[in-house]
């Protein structure tokens, strides 16, 4: 008898968010690769158009594929309401925190339910949100106490924090995202750097101009550093160019020398990490750093926040900086910039760092931690 293990990919047929449909992407392609004998991979999907060739593109080799009757949003609501018709149970797990978590029988029926949250924005920066989406993600939170066999989270951080949240005792589990398989600074980088107008020999710093982002921490130790590079923001809302403008000036940086990008696909954000001199992740907050991982995985310098979530991510592999100490990170800066051989030296670190993270490892605990429940 085969085992199926159904895989709610929402976020690849219709996307929502770049990270989470990096997530579900990735999880997906990495459980196909590591299908145990005996075993096999379906999918769970709402109603959308083509979407078996998008599945078929950007995750190969699923044995079979639900389809909901809802589109995305409806389909969202409607389990957050704990309302799933026609899903059926079985082995499910979700790489994001959308699943359909209602009553089952694990220990007769076999059923199990398990999800994935990347981060606790609802709760840490609720009021920087929108108040729809705070309240959902709460909500299925709830949802998860009652009926998720397992909350998967990518830091122990994060699973600490968790668990101040919500009463979920052993059933958070730490399994650690990684950058996109293959990741690396593509061959035509210039050209891909040229086309997004991002000059090469910059620092990056991912965010927006939310206060939680920490924008003004970098903006300001660039500043004081007295680092003559051109600054580029990545990551930030459609929209939000004036507002990370203002955050710039504020912070004494001349007008023109920091570019503003939003959501970029995964080779050019590896192009623009191919120009950057360093990273500057100076956000506090415990959510998965996904850009910070990038930059580890091609080798570049990072300076990142001294927290909780960035001392297990980043480790040895970059230079935490206190981001409420005056100072610190533009210290830290000035140190790197200091010499080639500084800069050169933590490049090698980075990459060291950067290969300690793995879809296909990521894939395997999932499944261990399935056959475990």
């Not at 090469?200 to 003559?228: E, K, M, Q, R």
């Amino acid at each position: 008898m085969v085992a199926t293990l159904r895989v709610v990919l929402d976020q690849v047929v219709a996307p929502t968010d770049a990270d989470l449909a990096l997530a579900s992407r990735e999880t997906g392609r990495a459980l196909v690769a590591t299908t145990p004998g005996g075993c096999e991979v379906a999918a769970i999907v709402p109603s959308a158009p083509d979407a078996a060739g998008d599945l078929e593109g950007a995750v190969p080799g699923l044995a079979d594929v639900t389809r909901a009757s809802l589109a995305r949003r409806e389909l969202a609501a409607s389990w957050q309401l704990g309302l799933a018709p026609g899903i059926g149970g079985g082995m499910i797990h979700s790489p994001t925190s959308l699943a359909p978590l209602v009553k089952h029988d694990r220990v007769h029926d076999n059923d199990q339910t398990v999800v994935t949250m990347w981060d606790l924005s609802a709760w840490e920066r609720a009021g920087e949100m929108p108040r729809t989406a705070v309240t959902w993600h709460r909500a299925m939170l709830k949802r998860a106490v009652k009926h998720a066999d397992a909350v998967v989270v990518p830091t122990h951080a994060m699973a600490h924090h968790l668990a101040e949240i919500a009463p979920l005792g052993d059933r958070i589990r730490v399994i650690a995202g990684a950058a996109p398989a293959g990741f690396a600074v593509p061959t035509d980088e210039v050209g891909r750097r040229r086309e997004l107008d991002v000059p090469d020999g910059c620092l990056v710093v991912p965010g927006s101009s939310a206060a939680s982002a920490g924008l003004s921490t970098a903006f300001a130790a660039i500043a004081a550093a007295g680092a003559d590079l051109p600054v580029v923001v990545i990551g930030a809302s459609e929209g939000d160019e004036p507002a990370v403008a203002e955050l710039a000036a504020a912070s004494g940086l001349a007008e023109g020398r920091v570019h503003v990008r939003g959501a970029l696909e995964d080779a050019d954000r590896a192009a623009v990490l191919g120009g950057a001199v360093a990273l500057l992740a100076p956000s506090t907050l415990s959510g998965f750093p996904w850009r910070v991982v990038e930059a580890l995985a091609v080798g570049v310098p990072v300076i990142a926040a001294d927290s909780e979530t960035h001392r297990e991510v980043v480790w040895d592999g970059g230079v935490l900086a206190p981001a409420s100490e005056n100072g610190a990170f533009a210290d830290a800066l000035a140190s790197l910039l200091g010499s080639a051989a500084a800069v050169e030296r933590q490049a090698v670190l980075a990459a060291d760092r950067g290969r300690a993270f793995s879809w296909i490892s990521a894939a395997e605990r999932i499944w261990q931690l399935h056959a475990d429940l």
